[in-house]
């Protein structure tokens, strides 16, 4: 694996990594430099210098900015080395394909922090200009090839919907054509769904549903053979899903935040007794419950953890 090393002005590139991390689990290949705050170029280039003879090539070194001190004293020594790449103009995106993504080329980073530059309230404009309205119920004959033949490479339970461990890790890393948001709230609120298109993947298709319309459309084959990666709130939906016809064989729980009057089953995963409740109903009606925050994680058994915390 591409070593990657963050080099800035003060603690950016620790913090730029500790993000990182805080999405996508520990990056053992990722590394900091910091030109620090009572140090200077002296100081910076033994640091920088110690550290990459330590390191097997090829290296992608990260900059912060362009003609700064840590740039140039990448750029001073490593310039001519061929199997040392250097850019400028760090950013968690930027950082976070760079980590996951081995192949993507400083061509490709670099578009990717283009893309990832926005006018936040101008794009959400556009987004909502796009949404139509409810169309008349689907005529499910023209898929009858493909009913209760749903190809659902995962179904998560995490309380923020699309976000950067959604995808950026898991729909990437399971290939997943469609991402499918099973949440009545998200489904009946425009702003809602924009965000969730915005934080969706450009490339992969999105569909904000319904409890029922999911189960529906999922059952009786709408989405013919594309890989969907079902994602709900919280536990009570996937019970509805599943009273409403919807089929699934595993449940992975992934994030459920902390409220009044819940107890800590992992680091991620707090649950009220209500929801302990479903859970042994999901279980109980024969579908595996797995926690695991992202694909590197150990896949823990979840009703296990729950019964003997």
């Given at each position: 694996m591409k070593e990657i090393v963050l080099i800035s002005h003060g603690k950016m590139a620790a913090g730029v990594k500790s993000s990182l991390e805080m999405i996508v689990g520990s990056q053992a290949h990722v590394h900091t430099v910091s030109l620090r705050e009572d140090g200077d170029k002296t100081q910076f280039e033994s640091d920088f210098l110690g550290l990459m003879k330590t390191l097997q090539r090829p290296v992608l070194v990260i900059a912060d900015l362009l003609g700064g001190t840590p740039c140039n004293v990448a750029t001073e020594n490593f310039l001519k080395e061929e199997e040392v790449d250097l850019m400028a103009g760090m950013s968690l995106p930027v950082v976070l394909e760079a980590a996951l993504n081995e192949k993507a080329t400083s061509t490709d980073l670099i578009q990717i922090g283009k893309e990832a530059t926005v006018d936040v309230k101008h794009h959400m404009k556009a987004e909502e200009d796009k949404i139509e309205e409810p169309a008349e119920r689907t005529d499910f004959s023209l898929y009858a090839d493909y009913a209760g033949k749903a190809k659902i490479v995962n179904a998560r339970i995490d309380e923020r919907l699309i976000h950067g461990q959604v995808a950026g890790i898991w729909t990437t890393s399971l290939d997943t054509q469609r991402i499918i948001v099973i949440n009545d709230e998200a489904a009946m609120d425009p702003l809602q769904k924009s965000s969730l298109r915005m934080a969706a993947p450009s490339s992969m298709r999105l569909s904000v549903l319904t409890v029922e319309e999911a189960a529906l459309?999922?059952?009786?084959?709408?989405?013919?053979?594309?890989?969907?990666?079902?994602?709900?709130?919280?536990?009570?939906?996937?019970?509805?899903?599943?009273?409403?016809?919807?089929?699934?064989?595993?449940?992975?729980?992934?994030?459920?935040?902390?409220?009044?009057?819940?107890?800590?089953?992992?680091?991620?995963?707090?649950?009220?007794?209500?929801?302990?409740?479903?859970?042994?109903?999901?279980?109980?009606?024969?579908?595996?419950?797995?926690?695991q925050l992202v694909p590197s994680d150990p896949v823990i058994d979840f009703m296990k953890k729950l019964i003997n915390n």
């Open positions: 459309n999922i059952t009786n084959g709408k989405y013919g053979l594309q890989r969907l990666f079902l994602l709900f709130k919280n536990p009570t939906e996937v019970w509805r899903f599943v009273e409403a016809g919807g089929s699934i064989d595993t449940i992975n729980v992934g994030n459920m935040s902390y409220k009044e009057g819940t107890r800590e089953i992992t680091k991620s995963i707090k649950v009220l007794p209500e929801e302990e409740t479903i859970f042994q109903k999901i279980h109980d009606h024969g579908i595996q419950i797995t926690a």
